[in-house]
T-cell receptor, first 115, second 110 residues
Framework: GAVVSQHPSRVICKSGTSVKIECRSL??????MFWYRQFPKQSLMLMAT?????????EQGVEKDKFLINHASLTLSTLTVTSAHPEDSSFYIC???????????FGPGTRLTVL | QKEVEQNSGPLSVPEGAIASLNCTYS??????FFWYRQYSGKSPELIMS????GDKEDGRFTAQLNKASQYVSLLIRDSQPSDSATYLC??????????FGKGNQVVVIP
C-alpha cells in the first residue's frame, strides 16, 4: 500500500518552455501533497504544500507564479514549471500524506533538465 | 541554527558491522521524527518513524530518540552492501511539513 507515482520520470526541455509534472497517490486518498526539489548532493528542500481543493502554500523564496501547483482531486497534484531556465534543472519529488497519519510517502521523482 | 542537522561525513563500515547515524534538531516542541533511505538517483523511502523517547526496533534498524537532548539516531545492525545509501533524518513541522537534514552517506564495504 501507500504507492505514489510521478510522471514523467525524466524530461528534457528547451529554455523558456513549460513543463508539467504529475503526482498520483495510487491506493489511497491524499489529503495533502508536498513538492520538493533536490539539487545534486543536497538535501530535499520543500517547495510547497498542496491541499485538495485549495491554493498551495509556498515556502519562503519559492515563486508561486513560476511553480504552479494544482491539487484538483484527492489522488492527483500537478506541478508546472513555467518558462523553465537551466537553473531550474533539478530532481523534483512529490510526497503524499493520508489523513490520519503524518507519514509522507514519496513518489519516484522527476528529473528535469532544461537546455 | 539549522532545523535539522546531520554533520557526519561519509561513513564507511565493514559488512556485518553496526552503522550509527546521528541527527539533532532545533525545535524543542517537535514530536515526530523519521529516517529515510535514499539511493543515488532515487527518491527517499521511509525506514523508521519514532515519536516517543527511547528505542524503536524494526528488523536490523533501531531508532533512538532523546527529546531532552534533541537528538535522534539510527543504528543499522549487521550492515549489508545493500544498505549503502544516503540516510536522511526528518522532523515534522507545522502543517505536517517535513524538515530534512542534509543526509549521511553510508558505504558498506564487503
Amino acid at each position: 500500500g501507500a504507492v505514489v507515482s510521478q510522471h514523467p520520470s525524466r524530461v528534457i526541455c528547451k529554455s523558456g518552455t513549460s513543463v508539467k509534472i504529475e503526482c498520483r497517490s495510487l491506493d489511497f486518498q491524499a489529503t495533502t501533497m508536498f513538492w520538493y526539489r533536490q539539487f545534486p548532493k543536497q538535501s530535499l528542500m520543500l517547495m510547497a504544500t498542496s491541499n485538495e481543493g485549495s491554493k498551495a502554500t509556498y515556502e519562503q523564496g519559492v515563486e508561486k507564479d513560476k511553480f504552479l501547483i494544482n491539487h484538483a482531486s484527492l489522488t492527483l497534484s500537478t506541478l508546472t514549471v513555467t518558462s523553465a531556465h537551466p537553473e531550474d534543472s533539478s530532481f523534483y519529488i512529490c510526497s503524499a500524506r493520508s489523513g490520519p497519519t503524518d507519514t509522507q510517502y514519496f513518489g519516484p521523482g522527476t528529473r528535469l533538465t532544461v537546455l | 541554527q539549522k532545523e535539522v542537522e546531520q554533520n557526519s561525513g561519509p561513513l564507511s563500515v565493514p559488512e556485518g558491522a553496526i552503522a550509527s547515524l546521528n541527527c539533532t534538531y532545533s525545535d524543542r516542541g517537535s514530536q515526530s521524527f523519521f529516517w529515510y533511505r535514499q539511493y543515488s538517483g532515487k527518491s527517499p523511502e521511509l525506514i523508521m518513524s519514532i515519536y516517543s523517547n527511547g528505542d524503536k526496533e524494526d528488523g536490523r534498524f533501531t531508532a533512538q530518540l532523546n527529546k531532552a537532548s534533541q537528538y535522534v539516531s539510527l543504528l543499522i545492525r549487521d550492515s549489508q552492501p545493500s544498505d549503502s545509501a544516503t540516510y536522511l533524518c526528518a522532523v515534522r513541522k507545522g502543517n505536517n511539513r517535513l524538515a530534512f537534514g542534509k543526509g549521511n552517506q553510508v558505504v558498506v564495504i564487503p
